[in-house]
C-alpha cells in the first residue's frame, strides 16, 4: 500500500518497512499501520487505569471510559483533564508530518474530578480497571462486577422507515473511517441523530475504545444522556459495547458483524433495540417480546 504521508492521520498511524512477497519475489516497502501504545488515566492525582488505545482523542477516550464505569454520573462532576495535545506529535517522519515513530513510551491524561465522587472511585478495587485494546472487561475478578446499574432506556418505535435509515449508517460511518483507509485494521464507533445525520465518529485499536471515544465526546460537551441517539459500530456486537451505549441511555444500536447472546439479551431486556448485520436491505432486528 502505497500511502502519502498526510496530517490528517496525526498521532495514530505509523510508518514500518515491511517485506511483501509477491510471486515469490520479496520486496521491502513502507506500510502504513495502526499505532497501539499506552495512555495511563489517572483521577485526582493517583492512576486509575493503562489501557492500550490509538493515540489521539484521549481527551474523548478517558471521559467516555470513566462514564462507562460509572465513575462519572452526571453534570458538574468532570473538573478539568489535562494531558497530550492532539496536534502535538512526539515523534515524527520527514518535514512536518505528524506521524508517531515506534517505541514511544505512552501517555498520561490526568482528570480532576468532585471530591465526592473521587471518594467512590478510591473504595472500588484497584484490580476493577486494568484494560487492554483487545478487552472490554479486562481488570473485573467478580463474574458480579460485570453487573452494571444501568438508566432506564427511552424505547423507540422501529418502523419500516426507521429500519430503512438505519441500514445505511454503516456506509456512512465507513466514509468517515480514514484510518482504516489507510491501515485497514482499526474499528470505529459514530453516534447518529436520530434522522440518520453522523454526530461524530472515532476510531481506535479497541473496538470498545472506539466506543468510548464516541460517548467521551458528548460526556466533554456535558450532554448527556444520549436518549435520542444511535450508537452505530463497524464490527460485531458484543456484551461489553452494549453495555457502554445502555449506561449512555442509547435506545438505538447498529452494528455492522454479529451480535452474541449475551449482547442481545442485555438490549432487549433493557429496552434498547439492537439491528446486527445492517447493510443496505438487510439487518436482524432484536426486540424484546411484548
Request: aromatic share 4%.
Amino acid at each position: 500500500m502505497s500511502l502519502p504521508l498526510e496530517p490528517m492521520y496525526p498521532l495514530s498511524v505509523g510508518l514500518r518497512r515491511v517485506s511483501i512477497r509477491r510471486r515469490n519475489r520479496p520486496d521491502i516497502q513502507q506500510d502504513v499501520v495502526v499505532v497501539e501504545e499506552p495512555l495511563q488515566i489517572s483521577v485526582n492525582g493517583k492512576s486509575l487505569v493503562v489501557t492500550m488505545r490509538t493515540p489521539g482523542h484521549d481527551r474523548e477516550l478517558a471521559a467516555g471510559f470513566l462514564w462507562a464505569e460509572g465513575v462519572l454520573t452526571g453534570p458538574g462532576q468532570l473538573m478539568s483533564l489535562t494531558g497530550p495535545s492532539p496536534s502535538t506529535p512526539t515523534g515524527r517522519i520527514g518535514g512536518d508530518t505528524q506521524i508517531r515513530v515506534r517505541d514511544f513510551a505512552g501517555d498520561r491524561i490526568d482528570v480532576t474530578i468532585t471530591e465526592e465522587v473521587a471518594g467512590s472511585v478510591r473504595a472500588r478495587p484497584e484490580r476493577e480497571f486494568r484494560a487492554t485494546a483487545a478487552c472490554g472487561v479486562c481488570g473485573k475478578t467478580e463474574i458480579a462486577d460485570l453487573q452494571q446499574d444501568l438508566p432506564s432506556i427511552s424505547r423507540i418505535d422501529t418502523s419500516p422507515a426507521l429500519l430503512e435509515k438505519l441500514e445505511h449508517l454503516p456506509d456512512r460511518l465507513r466514509q468517515a473511517q480514514k484510518l482504516f483507509d489507510a491501515t485497514g485494521g482499526i474499528h470505529a464507533a459514530g453516534i447518529f441523530d436520530l434522522e440518520g445525520q453522523l454526530l461524530c465518529a472515532y476510531e481506535d485499536i479497541g473496538r470498545h475504545n472506539a466506543v468510548d471515544k464516541a460517548i467521551g465526546h458528548f460526556v466533554l460537551l456535558d450532554h448527556m444522556p444520549l436518549s435520542d441517539h444511535i450508537l452505530v459500530v463497524s464490527g460485531r456486537a458484543g456484551f461489553e459495547l452494549v453495555q457502554k451505549a445502555l449506561k449512555a441511555a442509547i435506545p438505538l444500536m447498529v452494528s455492522v458483524g454479529a451480535a452474541s447472546s449475551l449482547a442481545v439479551s442485555m438490549a432487549t431486556e433493557a429496552g434498547m433495540a439492537l439491528y446486527s448485520f445492517a447493510g443496505p436491505g438487510k439487518g436482524n432486528l432484536h426486540l424484546k417480546d411484548e
